[in-house]
């Protein structure tokens, strides 16, 4: 997906180009994604010339994990952010951010590093994203909204303006958040509901 965005670019004339991939399933190594090679493991990086990376995992915490990891040995992340979404004024990116589709960003909002926009999801204006956040496909975050570190809101969630949900959430798909949801934990429904605690990140 996110190479896609990249190619949606390239195909755009910026002046990219996608040196390749790097996985740790060995199954891959020499195979080919979007016409791009599988060039070896994570630990392979520094071998494989390029100016910067962006990792592209969906769950959060493997995400955050190797983000870190790569940023502590001095790794420099792109954005890769589809042709097709709109960033408002005065938005604040963070680096290694993925931006689908029909993303819009809204005036002023201010998302971290290593986050996801998802196909379709609308960041309202003033709105706060965390860093290693993933915001599912058609997720709205209303005005003045706060998404935590390394939550997930799932598909098609709402977050109603102004509330804030903590770090290391999972917000269910199709949930409405009416109230501020507390830090570390599961909440599903309309209105969203906490029904557990899920764990908070490990320190790496
Ligand atoms: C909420 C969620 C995290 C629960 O996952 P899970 O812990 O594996 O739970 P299960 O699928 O085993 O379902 C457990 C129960 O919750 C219910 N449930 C699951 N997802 C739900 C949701 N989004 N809203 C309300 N109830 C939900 C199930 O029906 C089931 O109910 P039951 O116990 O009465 O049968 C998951 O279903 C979800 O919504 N994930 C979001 C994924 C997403 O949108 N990702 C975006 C990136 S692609």
Redesign the pocket.
Known sequence: MVAGYLLENIRQGQPLQLAGFLDDNPSLMGRHFLGTPVLGTISDWRAVEHDAAIVAI?ENRVRARIFDDLARRGERFVNAVHPAAVLGPEVTLGCGVAVGAGVVVSLGAVVGDNVIL?TNCTVGHHVQVGSHA?I??GAVLAGRAAVGEGT?V????AVNPGCHVGRWC?I????VVTESIPDGV?A??VPAQVVRQVELKAEV
């Open positions: 969906g998802s993933h599912g496909p997930l799932g598909a098609g969630a999972v269910g798909a199709g949930a599961l599903v429904g």
